[in-house]
């Protein structure tokens, strides 16, 4: 989620509960809750796990607390680059056969947004799901040569593509100098759902560790036990369907975002504003590549006049 790097909140307490200390509490408390109960030597007594928890002193809690909030701390910095991965950022020789999976999850919503051809003309009902369908296309997939081997990676990506695209902006490199320009309420509802999408995506790949430690410590016992290491299984494939649920609804507002905030952006930048679309768009183009590129801007400067340079 390139976007999305440069402009992230700091280690606050809402946020490092939700994303980053809630799934490594969960899924350290089920690990421990198995190795209570005997895993991976013993006959499983979950019995024994129950009064293992009771018999727990002050100390000892602390302690597991201490190390789970560790977990969590250490695990932050990784965030990015665990979403990249949910995203579909893989070897090549992976990303090749889950692309055609993709593309051809594509071409059937693209199926569903024409409209039946023929003599009759098409329902209301038809056109409205056509146009439903082309709504969910556009957020849901980047165009062509964009496209990622996952459900949260394409996603992600077309809103990458989307937000900016109308403006003749590049939303990767335009978001990081929007995103102080945001008003104070969109600025909550933006990072709300960025946390809720983090958390989702954080609990996705915890659980799947989370699935295979179960796995190796239920084995030795084998039969009806290690179908316990599908539950934190079957968890992770919620969080994950969760996390792209989050992403669409963090897309839609990253996009009116910039079709509220752009002008804002620009008056931070001392740019001047655009008289009409076409305008806008050379500008914001201009803007974006030399961001993109590193180099100086060569657009002039709008400095706001104040009332004391008024008065004088």
């Known amino acids: 989620m390139k976007l999305d790097a440069a402009a992230r909140p700091g280690l606050d307490g809402a946020r490092f509960f939700l994303v980053d200390y809630l799934p490594t509490y969960a ?7 198995l190795i209570w109960a ?9 019995s024994d796990a129950w009064r293992t928890i009771a018999d727990l002193g ?27 991965v949910l995203e579909g950022d893989w070897p090549r020789s992976v990303v090749r056969v889950t692309r055609h999976a993709e593309r051809w999850r594509r ?51 077309a809103m990458e593509w989307e937000a900016g695209e109308p403006y003749g902006l590049d939303a990767v490199v335009a978001w990081p100098r929007l995103y ?15 946390n809720t999408l983090d958390g989702a995506a954080r609990l996705a790949a915890t659980m799947t560790v989370t699935a295979i430690v179960a796995a190796g410590l239920l084995l030795p016992h ?36 910039f079709d509220l905030h752009r002008f804002d952006m620009l008056r931070t930048l001392h740019q001047p504003l655009p008289q009409d679309p076409e305008a806008e768009r050379a500008l914001n183009r201009a803007l974006s590549r030399s ?14 006049v104040t009332g004391s340079e008024e008065a004088s």
């Open 27 to 33: 899924g350290a408390l089920f690990v421990l809750v």
């Open 38 to 46: 005997g895993a991976p030597g013993s006959a499983l007594d979950f």
């Open 58 to 84: 002050t100390g000892e809690v602390l302690a597991i607390v201490l190390a789970v909030t560790l977990g969590a701390v250490l695990g932050h910095p990784l965030q990015l680059a665990l979403v990249r």
């Open 107 to 157: 071409a059937r919503l693209a199926a569903r947004t024409r409209l039946p051809q023929g003599d009759t003309e098409p329902t209301e009902a038809q056109i409205q799901e056509s146009g439903r369908a082309g709504t969910r296309l556009r957020r849901s997939f980047p165009p062509e040569g964009l496209v990622r081997p996952t459900a949260l990676g394409n996603v992600l990506a």
């Open 180 to 194: 102080p320009a945001l008003g104070s309420n969109t600025r909550l509802i933006v990072d709300d759902r960025r």
């Open 222 to 257: 084998g039969g009806w036990w290690t179908l316990l290491a599908l539950v934190p299984l079957a968890i992770a494939r919620l969080a994950y369907v969760g996390a792209v649920r989050a992403a669409l609804a963090y897309g839609e507002c990253v996009r009116t975002a």
């Open 291 to 304: 961001w993109r590129q590193g180099t100086g801007l060569t657009t002039p400067y709008d400095h706001p």
